[in-house]
């Protein structure tokens, strides 16, 4: 079938002279891992359903050409590309676009030259365009992001500075939060009645594979550190089971630590920090059973979490203990909201130990947020307003704007 | 000493946190390549970390054993089980279809998990119990957005109180939409910043010694 459909295009390219109405370019994509070129051309035929386009391909320029795609000459403009206006710069109206990545299911390979010509088919008629060549390479920065690249190292710079700032000005006023606060009055309740403070540090994994639960991990040794001071300043247990045995080894060091800090060394307790099982349900179980056996009087839930939530944070809630929560998956939030007596809400997970050792560089880096926080705000606001602008006023004098704020999504 | 537990893991920090960063923004093949080679040894180290695990729940349950504590025969069970299963999985040679390796997974571990999962429904109900007492003007608030996105999810909702099902989504998709994606925001920078920290050595904490900033 494909030789037939070979032989085909091989006869009619003979017959066919290259009709300077078709007119192009073939290019190496920009800021891709290789592997693909693009095509531009303007066709100067009827832009309707009738009409198509048919791309070949080859990787000589007397050579045999496959056949790539047959398109609707009303499709696949450039301005329809979903890349943003620095990469693509302003697109012409009548500008067709279409991306090249395979040829007779092969993929392109790189620095190979590839040759391309367009076929416009109108009826019974075809008109050729002159050969265009491209030779497809890897690059070493994805254009795309460069938005996210300079908003990433702007905000990386504000946070810098401003920890440089509260250092040198250590006296910043810091919002409270009700569920840091209360960290001291669960600590001091299982105190006075001599029972455990449970504090378990979610179903994340610090796997360096990049999943969203690294971030609210870190955050939750980070935030046991402070709460197991406090905990061996008064002199009450605390027992941390995990799901992740890393996690488990990074806080038996947290907690060894916390309890020198205190002056408290000798009451640390090897078997108060331990590996339970990975699987997710065997976990909640064995929690579920340490909850109802030794009844702590404080549950700490810090960290991701996932379906297991609802059944930790109920079953802690029916023993009656203070029940304070940390995560930033969204999902579990109305579940522990329900279920704890207070919750750190998203970024008030990454504050809490800010707010616990007032560290200078710490409680910098809140600001540097905020200021984040502020840049992304006054954006959304703008954006807003562009937006309704436009459409109240139904002109297009805005649409450039509009489009450079969406453009920085 | 001090080089070994904090400048060499700061300095290891420093550069594949750097270099994982920078990865996102790099299409070239070499580092594709260079986040599959970190992934691999990251499930490496997993792997390892594993036997840490099993070592750390052996001994906090010989412990409990020896010492008779409260819920010791608890303990006693983990063993048998754990032996079980290890056995099994040996004479199995690790292959679980058609035999008695493959059974335990499917009729007792898969049946646990079915049964830990499906008593969410009946916690769903005594949490949405608990929290929709409207005893304060946001439970009334929540539990009046819950009554119509509730009722406006079945056809008995829409054919009692017609256009509660539209009123439903519109909950969903713009004050629900716009709380999450608030929350979204704040993660992210949250979760940026502190990577910052982490890479730059200001937030070394999880190093277990003791200099938190």
Redesign the interface.
Known sequence: MLLALTLVLLLSARALASDSRLTGEAFDMP????GSIGLRWQGGFEETAEVHYQITLSDREQGAFHLVATIPANTHYEKDRAAPWWVIGTPQPQMHFFQVSTVADSPLLDETRYFVKIRALIGDEQFESPVFSAVPQ?????WA?LN??LF?LM??AG??LS?RSARMKPTLFLRRIPGVDAVEEAIGRAAETGRPILYLTGSG?L????DASN?AT??A??LL?EVAKRAAGSGTAIKVP?R???V???A???L??AY??AGRPDAYA??S??????????Y??AVD?IML?ERPAANFFVGYYY?ES??L??TG?ATGAVQIAGT?A?HQ?P?F???CDYTL???E???A?AYL?R????VG??R??DL??GF?LIGLVAGTGLLTLGDMTGGTVWETAVQIFHDFR | MRFWQQTLPLLITFVFGLALVLQYYVPHPASEHFLQEISLWSQIIAGFAIVLGVGSLLSTHYQKITRQEAGWGYSAVLFVSLLTVFGAGLWAEGKAEGTFFGWLYDYVLVALQGTMFSLLAFFVASAAYRAFRARTPEATILLSAAVLVMAGRVPLGESLLPGVGTLADWIMTVPNTAAQRGILIGVSLGAIATSIKIIFGIERAYLGGGDGA
């Open positions: 800021g891709d891992g290789g890897p690059n070493w920065f994805q992001k996210n690249f990433m905000f990386g946070v810098l920890i994994e796997t360096g594979r990049g971030m870190i955050a040794t980070v550190g995990h992740s045995p890393i488990m080894a990074i038996q060091d947290m060894k630590n020198r800090t090897d078997e920090n331990f590996f339970i099982a990975a699987d997710q349900f065997a909640t179980a059973g056996r379906a609802l059944l944070a109920e809630a930033d969204e939030l579940f909201i329900a279920t809400i998203g970024e997970l990454y504050a130990s050792s560290d200078p560089a710490l880096t809140l540097g947020q984040g926080k992304l």
